[in-house]
């Protein structure tokens, strides 16, 4: 009998850290090295993108004292106690809320600190390729201490397999925290405090390089940079919610999470701002009241169905969605789910709304480049991956009532057409 050859493995840990770790490293390379193009050009400057990159002590110093900062903030400022979604074992965790003062804390220091003349913001931006591997670097370490940690002090559901890049890039432990169980959470602070905050600042940052270079802040970065702190104060604002979303409930803190939260997010997404300090300068105001109003209309629907569901599974017989009683199905996995407001329309509209804040961000620095594009691009497939998936896992725990579910909804994220 012919001898079954094992099934091989791609290494997908490995690939998704080379990729990633590229993507981030190439669009700042095509922002200020290539002319903003997507194809390599003769005029791109490799040399000089090499050069920028070199990490220093400095840049390493800069961002260790900004992760130590939003960590003394997350620990001493006052915060209220919420209680996450209940464990396998149906225990909770409790965790700080504290992220609404620790944003305008930092911001009230960074900006006092550049009035005074103490923080040269701009320097960020004359040091970004340092900063970027600087990050990275912390990020990659960080990594691999979770790695550890979790492994050796998983303090609930983990899971260590006998592969080092897996256990590396998905992580050990749903819920790692120093000490375990009732210390700090380094997924709840990852996921939003030094890498969404950071990312407000980077914009500043951009807005203070431009001041220098033209001594006015213009109001194509005025937008974005409304936008995208509007979008972040409203991740603090409704901190608590961010509980029950798929990253704190189901995935484990590996690499995937943690340069997601520290290096993609912050250094990629300030990108728009990062473009407008030199390019379309001089939009029509018109044209700004669209993309403003495009944004609006991204809120409302993200918003309103993340609150839908938040306040329908807080309390279902009471809950009332656009003024009438909420419509629902009994499933036999003894959990109710939600068939009117947004949740009738499409089963996850949520990530539609969420998209056109997204794509607001690349409306905001014009059509000269498609490097600020990226996020809404790349959110795109994250959100039709994620809804998949999501429908997946929902198909598992609903069984034959999620099937029942999707024929009420047919729509996954745009009513009508997707
Ligand atoms: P959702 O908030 O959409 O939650 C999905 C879960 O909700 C399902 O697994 C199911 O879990 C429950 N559910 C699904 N349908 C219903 C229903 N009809 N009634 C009641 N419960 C239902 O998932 P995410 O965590 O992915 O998204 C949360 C938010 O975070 C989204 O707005 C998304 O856009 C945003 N996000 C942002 C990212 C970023 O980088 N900016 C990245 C990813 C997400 P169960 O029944 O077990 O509760």
């Not at 044209?287 to 609150?307: D, E, H, K, R, S």
């Not at 109710?336 to 539609?352: D, E, I, T, V």
Request: charged share 15%; with cysteine.
């Amino acid at each position: 009998m012919a001898e079954k050859t094992p099934r091989r493995r791609l290494p997908v840990a490995q690939m998704n850290i080379v990729i990633m770790t590229f993507v981030v490293y190439y669009l700042f390379f095509a922002i200020q090295f290539n002319s903003g193009g997507l194809i390599p050009s003769s005029a791109g400057d490799l040399g000089g993108f090499a050069q920028a990159i070199v990490p220093t002590a400095t840049a390493l110093g800069v961002y260790v004292a900004w992760f130590v900062f939003q960590v003394l903030l997350e620990r001493l400022l006052p915060a209220s106690i919420a209680e996450g979604t209940p464990l396998a074992d149906g225990s909770r965790l409790s965790y700080r809320i504290n992220g609404l003062a620790a944003m305008i804390t930092s911001l009230v220091v960074v900006g006092t600190g550049y009035f005074m003349g103490w923080l040269p913001m701009a320097w960020v931006y004359h040091h970004f390729g340092a900063m970027l591997t600087s990050v990275t670097l912390f990020a990659f370490a960080l990594a691999w201490f979770i790695m550890w940690w979790g492994a050796n002090n998983p303090g609930g559901p983990g899971k260590v397999g006998p592969s080092f890049f897996r256990n590396y890039f998905y992580g050990t432990a749903l819920n790692p925290r120093t000490p375990p169980v009732t210390g700090f959470d380094w997924k709840f602070f990852c996921e939003c405090r030094p890498g969404l905050i950071g990312w407000v600042v980077l914009d500043l940052c951009m807005a203070a390089a431009q001041y220098e270079k033209y001594g006015e802040v213009s109001i194509s970065m005025w937008t974005v940079i409304a936008i995208q702190t509007a979008y972040v104060l409203n991740n603090f604002w409704n901190e608590a919610w961010l509980l029950t979303t798929i990253d704190i409930q189901q995935e484990r803190f590996g690499w995937m999470l943690v340069f997601g939260d520290l290096v993609l997010v912050p250094m990629t997404y300030c990108l728009q701002a990062y473009w407008l300090i030199d390019h379309f300068r001089d939009p029509s105001p018109i044209y700004i009241a669209g993309v403003i109003a495009f944004a609006a209309m991204g809120y409302t629907i993200f918003m309103g169905a993340n609150l839908q569901k938040a306040r329908f599974k807080r309390d279902s017989d009471n809950c009332t969605i656009w003024g009438k009683p909420a419509e629902f199905m009994d499933t036999a996995r003894g959990t109710r789910l939600l068939l009117s407001g947004y949740w009738g329309k499409a089963r996850h509209m949520n990530y539609l709304g969420d998209w056109m804040i997204a794509l607001s961000f690349g409306l905001s620095a014009g059509f000269g480049s498609i490097i600020p594009y990226f996020y809404p691009i790349w959110f795109a497939l994250l959100l039709i991956t994620r809804e998949k998936r999501d429908d997946r896992w929902c198909a598992k725990k609903y069984g034959d009532d999620w099937q029942r579910y999707r024929e009420q909804v047919p729509w996954r994220i745009i009513p009508g057409l997707y």
